[in-house]
């Protein structure tokens, strides 16, 4: 890498530090002046329990009652007892992330009910990642994805590229739901995990291919993350914080540009032929 790309990389390493550090310290800060105030804490077990019924409520289409739990938890967030379950200041931020993202279940007038529930399966998870010593939820989800890019294998073999990408589309949004829950239970792990993501996305052309490789090596890579057996990164985790922002925003459009332009070029193949 050469000297301004060390530059740009080491600025954005030091501005997510100061956005995700800043951040994280006002709200402990505010959290630490109220339970002063109150001389209580909130426990997360507490608030994981909360996160599971507002799920169910969400499930049922019952938004107002839902909308009364978030609130609680939006107000006793400041006083929960991070500290009991050791998480460090990336996995606060990224618990943070999938609470705020939570909000859009209860609030938002036009949202439909699959992203609701989505976002409210992903907090939920996501707190009992954070909880869960042993046999955490998201794992059984991530099991089940298995399934998914074994069709998507099969598809490739079988030469249909458009059902493999739709297939492969699911499994995105699939593993979307977990993504904060595998941060925060196996943050070592997500490090490469999300690099090879990453380099499917963006390099490996892998729907052009009639060899199953990239996927089968995808696989290999969830399978590794369910059982803890991963090579370790020693990527600054704050830097992978950024990463993991940008690309659950842009992953969605770039799968359907890929798809676009296969569908061109199979029309135009048509129309030669």
């Not at 609030?107 to 009992?128: E, G, M, P, W």
């Not at 949004?173 to 239970?185: D, H, K, L, N, P």
């Not at 090596?217 to 990463?243: A, F, H, M």
Request: aromatic share 10%; hydrophobic share 35%.
């Amino acid at each position: 890498m050469n000297d301004t790309g060390c530059s740009v990389l080491k600025s954005c390493k030091f501005v997510c530090r100061v956005l995700v550090c800043g951040g994280l310290v006002f709200m402990l800060g505010l959290g630490q002046t109220i339970a002063e105030e109150t001389s209580e804490t909130t426990k997360l077990n507490t608030v994981a329990e909360k996160a599971k019924v507002l799920e169910q409520l969400i499930k049922d289409g019952e938004y107002e009652e839902a909308k009364q739990i978030y609130n609680w938890m939006k107000e006793q967030w400041p006083t929960v007892n991070f500290e009991a379950h050791q998480l460090n200041v990336h996995q606060m931020a990224e618990l943070l992330r999938a609470f705020e993202r939570t909000s859009e279940s209860v609030t938002s007038v036009d949202a439909a009910q699959h992203i609701r529930l989505r976002y409210a399966t992903s907090f939920r998870l996501a707190l009992d990642a954070a909880i869960s010593e042993h046999h955490p939820l998201w794992k059984k989800y991530a099991e089940h994805s298995l399934t998914i890019l074994d069709k998507v294998e099969d598809h490739l073999m079988q030469g249909q590229k458009e059902a493999a990408l739709q297939a492969y589309q699911e499994w995105r949004r699939q593993f979307e739901v977990i993504r904060s829950a595998v941060y925060i239970g196996e943050e070592e792990g997500y490090a490469p995990f999300a690099s090879y993501l990453s380099y499917l996305d963006n390099h490996s052309k892998w729907i052009e291919k009639e060899d199953p490789q990239d996927i089968k090596e995808l696989r290999k890579k969830v399978t590794q993350l369910i059982n803890g057996d991963y090579e370790k990164s020693n990527v600054d985790p704050s830097l992978w914080l950024v990463i993991i922002t940008i690309g659950s925003v842009i992953v969605s459009s770039l799968t359907y540009t890929g798809w676009k332009k296969y569908k061109g070029e199979k029309s135009r193949q048509q129309l030669r032929d």
